[in-house]
């Protein structure tokens, strides 16, 4: 023999490759369903071989290892090994909670040796054989064992040796040693690292390999426990001795975890301990070896199976003490495929996409926004009662302990903090308490703690905010109101001084007079007493100058080139026209000429869309202002100029200069001076002393009617009284109270309740509609589409009579129920006459209702009934008025009635849902971020780049690439008005768009569902964006709806 050694090798080789196991059979039973897939439903081979499956699960039930790892292809058959836990899951069913240990290692370092010695299972062994992939093993857990673990079997996962020579001399093999250590680490719940030889020269290489693998678990939200485990060791007593090895090791790790978290570009990781749960003390076990001696004589070391027996107590020690929960075997076949999926490809970090994570984190936002409604439904009552407290102070229905308003407003907002501060405390307690739990696998949404805690302050500090602005205005509206009132009560009086006067002339007469006769007394008595009545005249207040004044201060912040901008044009003269954006300078203009030339979207056309989605926004502020019909405050102006900056300042993406922003701001304050100048001038003149006297003067002679012939006024005076006081602060009180009802019902359904499923349900209804004009809207004008469809929802919701009549039911009960209380216990107390009586009554009611003391006053004039009868009569008179508030709301169409409440609900859901409005600068996609405040945006769906009006340059023909695709191709560019339509790298987006996390993974293409939509309407998206149809790939025209519909809830994870 030339050369005997190579000889031998190669027989071995030829040996170990045909040897016959009974992986191959599970390996071809695989191969033979998953091709039998490929046939119709119908097939009768098909149906044959359906069984299959279920088969392979009872094998592994009873003890059998499953290939997980095809050893042969290092490929995963997802389908087979799925169906195959599918059916492992009913055979386990309902105890079905898993815990999994897995081993890694150097090859033929005696990992399969350790886990059949450990556990008692029979992973095949033999000298020279090599475990091949991955393989699977299930154990019963015992009883007694259960309660620790909290799980009812266990998976051990065992593994194909890494560094193996087989693949050394391939140029990936590093690549197939990564993947497969991402994998199991991934999988597993404790992982063994084996390695052989204490000390040895290898352990650099495998440690490298495992750190990489924990390090990118970390980012998906999973932080897996490992055992080192050094075989071979002579000295039973090496765990004290190597003190000093130990550290050594630390140190090598620390080393290591630097150097793959600056190639994984996650730099933060500076020790091995921030990536995984690890203690040099307690995570090292020595095991000596397996022989006391050389094989085959040689008998087995006692001390081998002594310190295998120590590591399994340790191991199961480890999983006992794991705060995360144990996964079913569904939920750990959903994470198998996504992990899988994700290790295929590179950057592992950035495209892996699990539904178990997405369910958690979904979780997350669903627990966080109903703490988030309970606190702002809580305040939403509290400021509406505050308000009702603040518009009676100094009125009958006024509390006497503070009858000073400024005390009042400054007792409130003390009250208004400490509620606030509670509330805060207890979002972030149950935010902490909520990530203490092992259900629902929070340990996977971790790295979301500290950003939606951020969130829970910063909704504290908005709400402040809020509330402390509506209670300014409250009382400084009430405070205007505190002199007219004044005005009006004292010529009230005057005049029923007169009316008196005349009734006592007139009954002196002693003689019958006509009803004719009593109007011309009375009429004349009238004009007398005006002309007599000092009626000062009403001056209207200069809205222009006010907010001018307003927006020269904010604009000062801005430079004194910004004032000097300002000054050159008077407000009266801004917002008559529509806003028109114009490129200042040479350049601009000639590039915008150029790029219309070429049909590209112009820097000019950008800020334009821009600035008119501002101006939207802000005018429909203002006509909830209008709708109030409260006087001007200065606090509106200074909510429109805040909302304008926050728009300019978190829309980083379009370049805009000083010149635009004056501009816009003097367009938009011009229009609000032009409306609240009307809004002023109509208040002032509804409560003109002079009118309101006279719109009370047939009420006047019917009262000196009846107290002249001496009629009985009871039943009269209640009914008045009724609707004049009671039934409009009842109509109030429900139109207060109803936003708040409407916001919690609309939330407690699925498609309400985080902006996930917002956006799954509004992508779903447009897929239906089917409508190119409503993608169109929604793509472009993605705001104003998704404003409209809320509205929509809530009117199709409550357009139904019995659920709105639920609500104004509840409210105008509970008014009722104050009322006749308010009046028992007035009735229980001594009343010197019906005006104490009716005082009584309405301070009751002041926390609740408010009563209009114009209203009262004029009730009260010539009011001679009896204290008794009036109290009866109101009680009869309540009840009528509830059944006429009915039939009124009834009557009332529901979109009249959203315009009517106080807190819009679809303006509350629109700002809860949207989130941050930002949307993905190449696709359009929006954020679906949960928090309040996040630092990085992303979007679960993203969509073809054609839809975010790109296309190529030369041919002009939009792009059917995909964000995730573009971001990790080295050569292509993009150009927009964020880059100054200058080329720039789609790999280095990070540098434009610093904000938004947009995986960078070549293999996900567009969904489906997007896919469809740009299939059906290629060429009407082209003309509407000026450019060239897409080249459309011929699978996509092939794509159903259902199919779309299919891709859409894999897409947002819905079951």
């Known amino acids: 023999m030339k050369n005997p050694k190579k000889e031998i090798k190669d027989i071995d080789r030829q040996l170990s490759n045909s040897s016959l196991g009974i992986e191959h059979f599970f390996r071809e039973m695989g191969q033979i369903y998953e091709a039998s897939l490929s046939l119709p439903e119908t097939d009768p081979s098909r149906k044959q071989l359906q069984h299959l499956p279920k088969l392979c699960a009872q094998l592994l039930f009873g003890g059998l290892p499953l290939e997980l790892v095809d050893g042969e292809a290092s490929n995963i058959p997802l389908r087979w090994i799925s169906d195959v836990l599918s059916q492992l899951n009913d055979l386990m069913s309902p105890q079905n909670k898993i815990l999994v240990v897995t081993v890694l290692g150097v090859q033929s370092t005696g990992k399969s040796t350790l886990l059949n010695t450990m556990f008692g299972v029979q992973f095949a062994v033999s000298s020279g054989r090599c475990t091949r992939g991955a393989f699977m093993l299930l154990i019963r857990i015992n009883e007694d064992i259960k309660k620790e673990l909290n799980c009812d079997f266990m998976v051990i996962i065992d593994t194909e040796g890494l560094k193996s020579p087989e693949l050394a001399q391939l ?223 100094g009125t009958v229905a006024g509390k006497s302990e503070i009858s000073d308003l400024s005390e009042c407003v400054k007792h409130l907002k003390s009250e208004a903090s400490t509620i606030l501060s509670e509330w805060e405390t207890k979002l972030l307690e149950n935010l902490a308490r909520y990530f203490k739990q092992t259900e629902g696998h929070v340990y996977l949404v971790e790295e979301y703690k500290e950003v939606f805690a951020t969130g829970a302050k910063s909704l504290r500090r908005q709400m402040q905010s809020s509330v402390f602005n509506q209670l300014t205005t409250a009382a400084d509206i009430r405070n205007g109101m505190t002199e007219l009132d004044r005005i009006k009560e004292n010529h009230t009086q005057e005049l029923e001084g007169r009316v008196r006067a005349l009734i006592e002339k007139c009954q002196k007469k002693n003689i019958q007079m006509t009803e004719k006769e009593l109007d011309e007394e009375f009429d004349k008595m009238w004009t007398e007493t005006e002309k007599e009545l000092s009626f000062k005249e009403m001056k209207f207040d200069d809205i222009y100058n006010i907010v001018t004044h307003q927006l020269r201060e904010d604009v000062s912040q801005k430079g004194s080139y910004a004032s000097k901008l300002l000054s050159q044009n008077r407000l009266q003269d801004c917002g008559l026209d529509p806003f028109i954006y114009t490129a200042e300078g040479f350049v601009k203009r000639w590039k ?139 109509e109030d009180f429900v139109y207060r109270s109803l936003g708040p009802d409407i916001i919690g019902d609309m939330l407690t359904n699925e498609q309400f309740s985080t902006r996930m499923s917002f956006q799954y349900s509004v992508l779903l209804d447009l897929l239906r509609q089917d409508d190119f004009e409503n993608y169109w809207s929604y793509i472009c004008f993605y705001e104003v589409y998704v404003k409209n469809w809320i509205l929509d929802q809530i009117v199709e919701r409550f357009s139904e009579e019995s659920t709105m009549f639920e609500f104004e039911d509840r409210h105008v009960q509970s008014s009722i129920r104050i009322i006749n209380a308010a009046v028992n216990k007035a009735k229980t107390e001594k009343s010197a ?46 009840k009528d008025m509830a059944q006429v508030l009915q039939e009124e709301f009834n009557e009332t169409d529901i979109l009249m009635k959203l315009k009517d409440l106080r807190v819009k609900p679809q303006n509350e859901l629109f700002t809860k849902l949207i989130g941050c409005g930002k949307q993905c600068p190449f696709c359009a996609a929006p954020c679906e971020a949960g928090g ?68 960078p993974d070549g293999s996900l293409e567009a969904s489906d569902y997007w896919k469809y939509v740009l299939a059906k309407f290629n060429k009407k998206f082209a003309k509407a964006f000026k450019a060239e149809p897409a080249d459309i790939p011929v699978t996509w025209n092939m794509i159903t709806p259902q199919q779309a519909e299919e891709s859409l809830k894999e897409s947002f994870n819905i079951k």
């Open 171 to 393: 140029d990936n093999s590093h690549e197939h040693d990564n993947e497969l250590a991402t994998l199991v680490v991934g999988l597993s719940d404790v992982t063994i690292i084996n390695i052989s030889m204490e000390n040895s020269t290898e352990m650099k290489d495998i440690l490298k390999i495992v750190v990489h693998a924990f390090l990118r678990m970390t980012e998906v939200g999973k932080k897996p426990k490992c055992q080192f485990v050094h075989q071979n060791v002579s000295d039973v007593s090496a765990h004290e001795k190597n003190l000093r090895d130990r550290k050594l090791l630390m140190q090598q790790l620390n080393e290591m975890t630097q150097a793959a978290a600056k190639m994984e570009k996650k730099e933060e990781n500076k020790n091995f301990t921030d990536v995984m749960e690890y203690s040099p003390d307690t995570g090292n076990c020595y095991i000596p070896g397996l022989w006391n001696g050389n094989p085959p004589m040689a008998p087995v070391n006692e001390g081998y199976s002594e310190a295998v027996y120590d590591l399994k107590k340790n191991i199961i020690h480890v999983l006992g003490s794991c705060e995360s929960s144990a996964y079913d075997i569904l939920e750990f076949t959903e994470w198998m495929k996504s992990l899988w999926n994700a290790v295929k490809h590179e950057n592992f970090i950035f495209s892996f996409r699990n539904s178990l994570v997405a369910d958690a984190y979904m979780k997350l936002c669903t627990e966080f926004n109903k703490w988030e409604w309970e606190f702002r439904q809580l305040m939403y009552t509290w400021v509406t009662d505050a308000e009702t407290r603040i518009h009676n102070v």
């Open 932 to 999: 309040q405040e996040h630092s990085e945006h992303f979007a679960s769906l993203h969509r073809p780049t054609a839809l975010g009006r790109y296309r190529c340059s030369l041919s002009q023909k939009l792009d059917t690439d995909i964000c995730s695709s573009l971001v990790i191709t080295p050569d292509n560019t993009f150009r927009c008005g964020a880059t100054n339509w200058e080329s720039h790298h789609h790999k280095d987006y990070k540098a434009i768009f610093p904000d938004w996390k947009i995986p």
């Open 592 to 730: 915008d000429k150029w790029n219309k030339m070429r049909n590209v979207q112009s820097h000019t056309t950008t800020v334009q869309h821009f600035a008119d989605c501002i101006i939207d926004h802000c005018k429909q502020l203002i006509s909830d202002k209008m709708q109030r019909q409260n006087n001007y405050h200065d606090t509106h102006i200074q909510e429109i100029l805040k909302v304008i900056d926050e728009r300019l300042q978190n829309n980083q993406d379009v370049k805009i200069d000083i010149q635009f922003e004056v501009s816009l701001k003097q367009h938009i304050c011009g229009f609000a001076a032009r409306q609240f100048q009307k809004m002023h001038e109509d208040y002032i003149q509804a409560n003109d002393p002079s009118r309101c006297l006279n719109q009370n003067k047939e009420k006047f002679r019917t009262d000196f009617k009846d107290v002249f012939h001496d009629r009985d006024q009871c039943q009269k005076k209640a009914e008045e009284f009724t609707r004049c006081c009671l039934k409009p602060a009842v």
């Open 833 to 878: 006459n019906l005006e104490s009586f009716v005082k009584n009554v309405c301070q009751e009611l002041g926390d609740k209702l408010v009563i209009s003391q114009d209203a009262f006053g004029a009730f009260m004039i010539l009011n001679n009934a009896d204290q008794e009868q009036f109290a009866h009569w109101l009680t009869e008179c309540v």
